[in-house]
């Protein structure tokens, strides 16, 4: 069973950037589409990014677009989640999550634990 692991959460003030990595082992990533999500306290979930299978497409919401950059090390087996420019509001539990041989991100089969990012000064 796919596992994955987040990291490179943490404590940054406002404007900084932060680093996440998303890594598997045993199961080579870049045959799953992976996406991260994130929960803010008190609100729902949000998918933020998602890279497809293959080398596919990557996409964003709105409130991340220009900020934020999903890529892959096909080598090191991680997706990284390079989050810039941030703002308190980007505060929350973030998640990556897969689906085997996805484009999209819809229909997830794993899920990670999660990092938290905290945007405060």
């Known amino acids: 069973q796919l596992q994955l692991v987040e990291s490179g959460g943490g404590l940054v003030q406002p404007g900084g950037s932060l680093r996440l990595s998303c890594a598997a082992s045993?199961?080579?990533?870049?045959?799953?589409?992976i996406g991260w999500f994130r929960q803010a306290p008190g609100k729902e979930q949000e998918g933020i990014a998602c890279?497809?299978?293959?080398?596919?497409?990557?996409t964003y919401a709105d409130s991340v677009k220009g900020r934020f950059t999903i890529s892959r090390d096909n080598a090191k087996n991680t997706v990284y989640l390079q989050l810039n420019s941030l703002e308190p509001e980007d505060t929350g539990m973030y998640y990556c999550?897969?689906?085997?041989?996805?484009?999209?991100?819809?229909?997830?089969?794993?899920w990670g634990q999660g990092t938290l990012v905290t945007v405060s000064s």
């Open positions: 045993g199961y080579t990533l870049n045959r799953y589409a």
């Open positions: 890279v497809g299978s293959y080398g596919g497409a990557t």
């Open positions: 999550a897969a689906e085997l041989g996805g484009s999209y991100c819809g229909t997830l089969d794993a």
